[in-house]
């Protein structure tokens, strides 16, 4: 079976490499002459936007799926008159624009933090003056990695934000005053079959994950599965869904979702029975859903900007690498290495291990 993939970076990457042993192979159409996808199957060098090539691709692969949501929706609603499209354009539009995203929520009953649209230096200060500050603005869609957002703490930080912003349409978050942040993968076949991993504890700085930690029996997994399994039915929705949390009050808000493979989810490919790159592959392409269970305890930790060296990477016991073949670059995800171990102090002392390897 052939699949395309919209998009060649790392994610498409590892989708490759889950897949390959399944005896599939991958087209991905991306317009990065360096996509470092390219070397795990055909490189359509080509813009999201490029009909012509889309149709090549949707006349050369039996399904298409798509590595991250800035891809149009109207790209995925072209590709599926000609092949199917996993998940589907409504997924995209809805989870690529954050009020579209936050307004589900709200119809979903899924609690969320207080938000109102902004399409003004006008709209902004009204709802700053409804929400109060500290809040939170982000461009409504292509932010990502904490690009396309500005923290309010003052009411001088209001004034000019919305041009500071590009005068696109954002929206306003109240802030948050958060335990903790987690995250659900979840992943639903074309039959309906849904299956969730465990929730993941999350660290972020600047806007950036940082390490993701596989959860064990925490109290809120039950709830976060019930959250995403409506937005996975509202949705009608086929392939691997990543759920942020924030945790407050012993309960759950809803920060926002992905419709793909996610960064918090690569613990998934050493630490559970079928990795979540597998799962979205089996999901996309009508497989049984494989087991999400742990197998010990695991952990993921991003390299940013540059990679370690490898020598003393794979000197960490329960240590695997994950280089993504990128140039180094500033605030570049480059690379990751997850953790499996038999216990939770051997975690630990392995995750400490790594972060002093890169300064943390």
């Not at 759950?252 to 996610?262: C, S």
Request: with cysteine.
């Amino acid at each position: 079976m052939k699949i395309g993939v919209i998009g060649g970076g790392q994610l498409g990457r590892m989708l490759a490499l889950a897949g390959t042993p399944l005896g599939q192979q991958f087209v991905f159409l991306d317009p990065a002459a360096d996509a470092c996808a390219q070397a795990l199957g055909e490189h359509i060098h080509a813009d999201y936007s490029d009909r012509d090539h889309l149709r090549q691709m949707a006349d050369e692969c039996d399904v298409v799926t798509f590595e991250f949501e800035s891809v149009p929706a109207d790209t995925v609603a072209f590709l599926s008159q000609f092949v199917p499209v996993f998940p589907n354009a409504e997924s995209l539009r809805i989870a690529r624009d954050r009020w579209f995203e936050k307004s589900m929520f709200q119809d979903l009953g899924i609690p969320t933090p207080e938000f109102a649209d902004i399409q003004s230096q006008a709209d902004l200060e009204a709802a700053v003056t409804r929400i109060g500050l500290p809040a939170v603005m982000k461009t409504r869609t292509l932010g990502y990695d904490g690009k396309g957002q500005k923290v309010l703490r003052h009411p001088e930080d209001v004034t000019g934000a919305f041009a500071e912003l590009g005068s696109v349409p954002c929206i306003l978050e109240g802030f948050v005053p958060f335990q903790g942040e987690v995250s659900l993968i979840a992943v639903r076949g074309r039959n309906g079959e849904t299956a969730f991993y465990p929730l993941v504890l999350n660290v972020h700085d600047k806007g950036i994950l940082r390490l993701s930690v596989a959860s064990a029996a925490h109290p809120l997994q039950a709830l976060a599965e019930d959250y995403a399994h409506r937005v996975l039915k509202q949705l009608d929705y086929v392939g691997v869904l990543a759920f942020e949390f924030f945790e407050i009050d012993g309960g759950l808000k809803a920060n926002e979702i992905a419709p793909r493979v996610h960064n918090s989810g690569h613990w998934t490919i050493e630490g559970a029975r079928c990795s979540q790159f597998e799962n979205h592959l089996r999901a996309i392409t009508g497989l049984p859903l494989g087991s999400t269970a742990k197998v010990g305890e695991s952990a993921m930790l991003n390299f940013i900007g540059e990679v370690p060296p490898i020598e003393q990477i794979t000197a960490i016991d329960d240590c695997h690498l994950h280089h993504y073949g990128k140039a180094f670059k500033a605030g570049r995800k480059v690379g990751h290495a997850t953790l499996r171990c038999t216990d939770n102090q051997a975690l630990d002392a392995r995750i400490a291990e790594l972060q002093a390897l890169i300064g943390v």
